[in-house]
Nanobody
Framework: QVRLVESGGGLVRTGGSLRISCAVS????????MGWFRQAPGKEREFVAA????????RYSDSAKGRFTISRDNAKNTVYLQMSSLKPEDTADYYC???????????????????WGQGTQVTVSA
């Protein structure tokens, strides 16, 4: 059974940094694009960042650009989201997602996510 498990969320002050992780089990993430999304209370889920299967390409939302960095460690079967200069508006549940349908996909950043984690909560205090 494939599982995506996020961790590393918590409470951080404005301007602080946090790294959240997404550990994949039941399948290797090598060769597959991965992404991060978030959902704030009362709002729809929104895209944050994505990384290509090779790790050589990434894409960010306007709000994440310049502050967040997505990375992957295929040996650890884990994807990371390093967040810095955090703002109260970054407060949300953060979800990891995988496109396990298209190995070595060539359509990045167009990604069809088919597996999702349960989320990790990030709270940024003012």
């Amino acid at each position: 059974q494939v599982r995506l498990v996020e961790s590393g969320g918590g409470l951080v002050r404005t301007g602080g940094s946090l790294r959240i992780s997404c550990a994949v089990s039941g399948r290797s993430l090598s060769g597959y694009a991965m992404g991060w999304f978030r959902q704030a209370p009362g709002k729809e889920r929104e895209f944050v960042a994505a990384i290509s299967w090779s790790g050589g390409r990434s894409r960010y939302s306007d709000s994440a650009k310049g502050r967040f960095t997505i990375s992957r460690d295929n040996a650890k079967n884990t994807v990371y989201l390093q967040m810095s200069s955090l703002k109260p508006e970054d407060t949300a549940d953060y979800y990891c997602a995988a496109d396990f349908q298209h190995r070595y996909g060539t359509n990045f950043p167009t990604i069809e996510y088919d597996y999702w984690g349960q989320g990790t909560q990030v709270t940024v205090s003012a």
